[in-house]
């Protein structure tokens, strides 16, 4: 069973400070990484995609990958209260479609 | 931005009646799938669709479950007899090359429930 794992929360920031969402995964021919972000009872949205090991920025976001521990990072900088949502981590193994998702964190910015 | 579009937002159906769900995928996309999330739970993968076909589908994805793109711009999903435990959101989804490499985009999804 491939799985794709995330701790639920929520997790708790203040207005300004950095948020660190982790995510561990099961299949070691994982190829492609990604952060959705889903506001309560809407639909995801692909906020970030990584691919190689290393850190990725895009403006207040940084995703980073580490294959061989299996371990893929969301760090949101500055976070700000809209930022509050639940982050999933999705994962493809290579295979023609499919992505499995984490159950996702919760994420509460404080003012 | 195009978007990809959901109907209904929410049904309702009585356990045993058939439903289709419509998507409407972003126009020069070539790959369409269908996940669906249970209230507090995962989303999970159900199928996937491409070339007029089914690519992959998963354990749920059972044959209660059919897909079908009718036309060139609508991808249905449906049920054949509902059961209380396919309440869920269901989401649409679409991708220009194999969204397992490059994410996709989702509609605003589906409520179904069935009393």
């Known amino acids: 069973q491939k799985e794709v794992e995330q701790n639920s929360g929520p997790l708790s920031v203040p207005e300004g400070a950095i948020a660190s969402l982790n995510c561990t995964y099961s299949?070691?021919?994982?190829?492609?990484f990604f952060w959705y972000r889903q506001y309560s009872g809407k639909s995801p949205e692909l906020i970030m995609s990584?691919?190689?090991?290393g850190d990725k920025e895009d403006g207040r976001f940084t995703a980073q990958l580490n294959k061989a521990s299996q371990y893929v990072s969301l760090l949101i900088r500055d976070s700000q209260p809209s930022d509050s949502a639940t982050y999933l981590c999705a994962v493809n193994t290579g295979t023609a479609s499919k992505l499995t998702f984490g159950t996702g964190t919760r994420l509460q910015v404080t003012l | 931005e195009p978007e990809v579009t959901q109907t209904p937002s929410h049904q309702v159906t009585q356990m045993g009646q058939e439903v289709i769900l419509r998507c409407v995928p972003i126009?020069?996309?070539?790959?369409f799938y269908w996940y669906r999330q249970i209230l507090g739970q995962k989303v999970e993968f159900l199928v996937s669709f491409y070339n007029n076909e089914i690519s992959e589908k998963s354990e749920i994805f059972d044959d209660q479950f059919s897909v079908e793109r009718p036309d060139g711009s609508n991808f249905t999903l449906k049920i054949r007899s509902t059961k209380l435990e396919d309440s869920a959101m269901y989401f649409c989804?679409?991708?220009?090359?194999?969204?397992?490499?490059?994410?996709?985009?989702f509609g605003s999804g589906t409520r179904l429930t069935v009393v």
């Open positions: 299949d070691r021919v994982s190829q492609s």
């Open positions: 989804a679409s991708s220009k090359q194999t969204g397992g490499g490059y994410g996709y985009t």
């Open positions: 990584i691919y190689s090991n």
């Open positions: 126009s020069n996309h070539l790959y």
